[in-house]
């Protein structure tokens, strides 16, 4: 099943903008709304949060606009619907792409200084990581180095 087409609340659209009232505008403005709903329900099945979580929240959005008479508050509202749904177009196209990405290219290498491509913040952070290693491992081997002299030093006591 294809989306309804976002061309048609368009072509309404700019029929409407030279009309400020009548019933012929009034049921166009209808059509317009019934048309942005549904598309938006439809857009909705794939909502990161899921569905009912969408289709609540744009069954509250359009009940609290539903006693809106005034066709210019109309159309601000139908031209605010038509962004989101252009969003939501943005945002599972930008998904679609992470997904392709994730998928076709492999991962990253751990040295990224190998690929030519050099960050500064993340090398100072490789830098601090192995410098904190480094000395907790001296550290721990000093006093492994001490524990043992004090052991030696204590084995020669007792054999005296």
């Known amino acids: 099943m294809y989306p309804p087409s976002i061309s048609c609340t368009i072509k309404l659209t700019t029929m409407v903008n030279g009309a400020l009232g009548g019933p012929n505008v009034q049921r166009q403005l209808r059509l317009q709304v019934l048309n942005l709903y549904k598309t938006l329900l439809y857009y909705g099945r ?24 005034d066709p210019q508050q109309i159309q601000k509202h139908i031209s605010r619907g038509e962004f989101i749904i252009k969003e939501l177009e943005a945002l599972y196209r930008l998904r679609k792409y ?7 290219y492999p991962e990253k290498l751990e040295d990224d200084d190998l690929a030519g491509k050099i960050d500064p913040k993340l090398m100072l952070k490789k830098f601090e990581a ?8 001296q ?19 007792i054999k005296q």
């Not at 794939?46 to 509250?60: E, N, V």
């Not at 192995?130 to 491992?137: D, E, G, I, L, R």
């Open 46 to 69: 794939d909502y990161p949060l899921g569905y009912k979580y969408f289709r609540d929240r744009c069954h509250k959005a359009f009940v609290k606009n539903r006693d809106e008479t």
């Open 98 to 104: 992470r997904y392709l990405k994730q998928r076709y």
């Open 130 to 137: 192995k410098t904190a290693t480094t000395s907790q491992q």
């Open 139 to 157: 550290q721990q081997s000093s006093t492994v180095r001490s524990s043992s002299t004090v052991t030696e030093s204590i084995k020669e006591e």
